[in-house]
Nanobody, 121 residues
Framework: QIQLVESGGGLVQAGGSLRLSCAASGRTFSSVAVAWFRQAPGKEREFVATISWGGRITDYADSVKDRFTISRDNAKNTVYLQMNSLKPEDTAVYYC??????????????WGQGTQVTVSS
């Protein structure tokens, strides 16, 4: 099992940037894919971005493509989500998850507690 802790959320104006971090504990971190999902009030949790175990393969939801960048530093057991040009519709709780590479929730077995991102207009 991998324990995940998200940080870096907060309140930002539209057009601004935030960088989320997902710190992991567990010796198998470097062998799993890690993804970010988000959940807005009253909505289903949705896929945002994912990165393969080695960091060479990434995928993004269409809604964040060209604005968000996922990266990882396996030496630090950390995955990052750089979010630029933020929009009010990006407001949500952001979760990181570890597991098999994919874009659906069931691909991932370990989840963090989430960090709130609020974008004001």
């Amino acid at each position: 099992q991998i324990q995940l802790v998200e940080s870096g959320g907060g309140l930002v104006q539209a057009g601004g940037s935030l960088r989320l971090s997902c710190a992991a504990s567990g010796r198998t971190f470097s062998s799993v894919a890690v993804a970010w999902f988000r959940q807005a009030p009253g909505k289903e949790r949705e896929f945002v971005a994912t990165i393969s175990w080695g960091g060479r393969i990434t995928d993004y939801a269409d809604s964040v493509k060209d604005r968000f960048t996922i990266s990882r530093d396996n030496a630090k057991n950390t995955v990052y989500l750089q979010m630029n040009s933020l929009k009010p519709e990006d407001t949500a709780v952001y979760y990181c998850a570890a597991g098999a590479y994919g874009i659906i929730r069931s691909d991932y077995t370990d989840w963090g507690q989430g960090t709130q991102v609020t974008v004001s207009s």
